[in-house]
């Protein structure tokens, strides 16, 4: 079906038309039209717009009324103030409008962008042979989010999961299994992610304590750098199962966060490896790097130390080794020749700012970035304890990011329980929903704040029934749903020749901005603003039931199904902008 008009977008051009008419000479003028307290919308455009005319905007303002076309859609339009107009809607244009939206099934009027691009997502980014922990949460949820709304409003997403698997640590570990082959080993067939993670750690402290007491292994793990490096293959082989243990690890966490990650999206800095010889030859041909003290550097103006030196991008160490930079600049490479993105988009902590902006920058001299392909790093603040501080264990350890996952599936459980008796929930749904609540929670608080900001981790807060929660919303719609159990033989269906009460407006003219919401999100990567939608409507929705009675008592026959059809239409709407978010909406709860 095609996409629907909103509101909003009809009465903007309404008044845009009007405008233009009664001032040709200002071309195409903007009303700015917004919603309002004192009206369904106010335009404010004319008072600019007459200042620079020379013009009195009351009298412009009288005049653009004047040549709106009114009727089926706009019911009232007035001059208010110095020269703002103040536009309400017929009821039959917004239950007409949301019809359309209902009629038009899962993408409830959503269009697709014109013209989509490929735009490659870099996220979830955790280390092989390293524990996740409670900092690799904001990139996996924020990103996967990120995705899902990108993929709705029809944009190619390319996906990566840029791992951290190699470099200098992985030699003292090779070394270490090859001298003690079985470490590794599953005895019993398949393992755990929690078992996996087992095995690398008990590795991992294994061969850190003989590497700092025994000088001949130090010595044979530094030349098993070199042996990686070159790809020598016994070495590789048994880098391959330091990246599968871990995988196994990795894909268990993601499972409990309720992320999909694919194998093929998984390319970590290994993957660019082969690339790295010519991005730094291609970078000093140009003249964009320069060699300086024996290494291959990239320097900039206005970037500069504490002593106001030039703080230079290092793309080859003096020693020949490559740091992150090279296998950046060689990743964006990949991305924009071969895998033709028109973004690249990095959600990556606000923490390594500068060092994206000078990857971006030194990319953009290379001519790799340009007005067609974008770069733009997501930046995401600290996950902040209750006390204002970055969140740590009591003794100070960053906190496992599977423990805290686990935690806030348990107090939510609790609270499932608390209300199942009354439901009629069995223990298998109370299960799967305290999972499914628990982790929405984990997310919703995550996407609710600006990525930018840091937020609190309060638990207590995010298992809430009240207020900005996710179980606020998983509640609504659930609500929701139970409703059409006891409704008999009457169903949601539209009736546009009724009028409706202030609470049906005001819910109405929100769903309708359901689109225009989804629009603005994907094209400012603003997750907070889609839950932001999302709280007001289960908002709205909890005045409309309060206010519009559904059920009991019963109301006239076409009253109950148009009421009907809004809550329908409500749960809908809940049900897809939380899967947007990567949030599940239990039918019972």
């Known amino acids: 079906m095609a996409s629907v008009t909103s509101l909003t977008a009809s009465v903007h051009q309404r008044l845009a038309d009007a405008l233009t008419a009664a001032l040709p000479e200002a071309g195409s003028a903007d009303p700015l039209l917004r919603r309002s307290d004192r009206a369904d919308f106010q335009a404010n455009g004319i008072l600019a717009l007459a200042k620079k005319a020379k013009a009195n905007p009351r009298e ?38 949301l019809a359309a939206r209902y009629a038009d099934g899962e993408r409830l009027g959503v269009p697709l962008v014109e013209h989509p691009g490929t735009t490659v997502i870099d996220y979830a980014q955790p280390n092989v042979a390293k524990e996740m922990h409670v900092g690799h949460l904001r990139s996996a949820v924020i990103g996967d989010a990120v995705v899902q709304i990108l993929e709705f409003v029809g944009e190619s997403v390319v996906r990566r999961h840029h791992i951290g698997d ?41 061969a850190r304590t003989l590497f700092d007491s025994d000088e001949e292994f130090k010595t044979r793990a530094r030349r098993r750098v070199v042996d990686l490096q070159a790809g020598e293959p016994e070495t590789l082989a048994m880098w391959q199962k330091f990246v599968d243990e871990s995988k196994i690890y990795f894909y268990s966490v993601f499972e409990k966060l309720d992320m999909e990650i694919r194998d093929p999206d998984v390319v970590g800095e290994s993957g660019y490896n082969d690339m790295l010889d010519e991005t730094c030859r291609l970078l000093e041909e140009s003249g964009v790097a320069v060699r300086s003290e024996g290494a291959l550097c990239v320097f900039f103006d206005d970037i500069k130390g504490p002593e106001g030196n030039p703080v230079p991008l290092i793309v080859r160490k003096s020693d020949g080794g490559y740091g992150y930079a090279a296998t950046d600049l060689s990743a964006i490479r990949d991305r924009v020749f071969r895998l033709k993105a028109s973004t690249l988009l990095y959600v990556v902590d606000a923490r ?18 340009n007005d067609d392909v974008k770069a733009h790093q997501l930046a995401f603040g600290t996950v902040l304890g209750k006390d204002g501080k970055p969140f740590k264990t009591r003794e100070g350890e960053t906190i496992r990011l599977v423990d805290l ?30 999972r499914y609540v628990g982790i929405g929670a984990v997310k919703y608080a995550d996407l609710s704040t600006s990525a930018v900001r840091d937020y609190k981790f309060d638990l207590d807060q995010m298992v809430s029934l009240n207020g900005d929660t996710s179980v606020y919303l998983q509640y609504a719609y659930a609500r929701i749903r139970s409703i059409f159990g006891k409704a008999g033989d009457r169903t949601a269906l539209a009736h546009p020749e009724l009028e409706l009460a202030p609470a049906e407006r005001e819910l109405g003219l929100h769903l309708d901005r359901f689109a225009e919401t989804l629009e603005e999100v994907a094209a400012e990567y603003a997750p907070h603003k889609l839950a932001a ?31 009907l059809f809004l809550c329908d239409l409500t749960a809908r709407t809940l049900h897809q902008g939380m899967a947007l978010l990567g949030i599940r909406t239990p039918e019972r709860l």
């Open 166 to 206: 190699w470099g200098t640590q992985f030699g003292m570990l090779i070394q270490y299994l090859i001298e003690h082959p079985h470490e590794l080993d599953h005895q019993g067939g398949e393992v755990s992610g929690e078992e996996a993670m087992s095995n690398l750690n008990r590795l991992y402290k294994a």
């Open 60 to 97: 412009l303002a009288t005049q653009v009324v004047a040549r709106v076309e009114s009727g089926e859609v706009i019911k009232d339009i007035e001059v208010s103030g110095p020269g703002f107009l103040n536009i309400t809607i017929t009821d039959r244009a917004i239950t007409e409008n």
């Open 352 to 369: 390594q700012s500068l060092h994206f902006k000078m990857v971006f920058e030194t990319a953009r001299r290379a001519g790799w970035l």
């Open 533 to 563: 939608y999302l709280y007001q409507l289960a908002s709205l929705y909890t005045t409309f039931y309060d206010q519009c009675p559904v059920i009991k008592p019963a109301p006239a026959q076409e009253v109950a199904e148009n009421r």
């Open 405 to 434: 996952l686990e935690e806030a599936i348990e107090r939510a459980t609790t609270v499932v329980r608390e209300k199942a008796e009354k439901v009629g929930l069995s223990e298998q749904e109370i299960v799967e929903n305290g």
